[in-house]
């Protein structure tokens, strides 16, 4: 079955440690995203890619960096300046927008990873 | 700008019962429409979506909603409510007027959805 692996569920962060949050899909999909989901805020989009060796900053990037060199893979890093990076993190893909009849497809999600502080 | 407002934060509706929650939305040109749910420690499943066309449209589990662009709101119906139908739901709206090259999606703050038994 085709979709959205995260990894790990569940992260810990020592204070001024990098963490990096793994995210592969097998969709196909050119456009991939990372959002922050806090209680009652809803999902913050952080980085976006929609092609390979290109990314986007998204809403709120200060503190996390990303890497897009397959198109399979959009992994996440937050880094020690993220000084409240306790959060649910999701990542989607999607086909990429604007691509005629195809740009009304929705996004597909990962399962997420739960990031806290130690 | 586009923006997303779910007023309710939580919404409890007996099961057997019809249930609505509630998404209004404001973009500049022609709003793409969805409606995801999530359920606790998962990503989000999406349940429908409205391009263009008929004004209610039905999507996945028996959920439907209904387009209503002189209020500009894209309310989620079901017309039974479900002990399972209890989970986090997002209205999310991306602006056809956008004409730049990244169609951003933004997305509500959620409505928690409780079905009593």
């Known amino acids: 079955d085709g979709g959205i692996t995260q990894s790990p569920k569940y992260l810990f962060r020592k204070e001024g440690q990098n963490v990096t949050l793994s995210c592969e899909q097998n969709?196909?999909?050119?456009?991939m995203y990372w959002y922050r989901q806090d209680p009652g805020q809803g999902l913050r989009l952080i980085y976006y890619?929609?092609?390979?060796?290109?990314?986007q900053k998204g809403d709120i990037a200060e503190g996390y960096s990303v890497s897009r060199e397959k198109k399979e893979s959009f992994p996440l890093t937050v880094t020690s300046a993220q000084k409240n990076p306790t959060a649910f993190y999701l990542c989607?893909?999607?086909?990429?927008?604007?691509?005629?009849?195809?740009?009304?497809?929705?996004?597909?999600f990962g399962d997420g990873t739960r990031l806290s502080i130690l | 700008a586009q923006s997303v407002a779910q007023p309710e934060d939580q919404v409890n509706v007996a099961e057997g019962n019809p249930l609505t929650v509630k998404c209004t939305y404001s973009?500049?040109?022609?709003?793409?429409l969805f409606w995801y749910v999530q359920y606790p420690n998962r990503g989000l499943q999406f349940l429908l979506k409205?391009?263009?066309?008929?004004?209610l449209v039905k999507g996945s589990y028996g959920f439907e909603a209904e387009f209503n662009k002189s209020q500009t709101s894209f309310h989620l119906k079901k017309p039974s409510a479900l002990v399972s139908d209890s989970a986090l739901y997002f209205c999310?709206?991306?602006?056809?007027?956008?004409?730049?090259?990244?169609?951003?999606?933004?997305f509500g703050t959620g409505t928690k959805l409780q079905v009593i038994p």
């Open positions: 890619s929609q092609i390979v060796n290109d990314f």
């Open positions: 409205y391009i263009t066309g008929d004004n």
């Open positions: 999310a709206v991306r602006d056809l007027g956008d004409s730049g090259g990244y169609q951003k999606v933004t």
């Open positions: 969709l196909n999909h050119d456009a």
């Open positions: 989607a893909s999607s086909v990429l927008p604007g691509q005629g009849y195809l740009s009304n497809q929705p996004q597909h």
């Open positions: 973009v500049s040109g022609n709003p793409y």
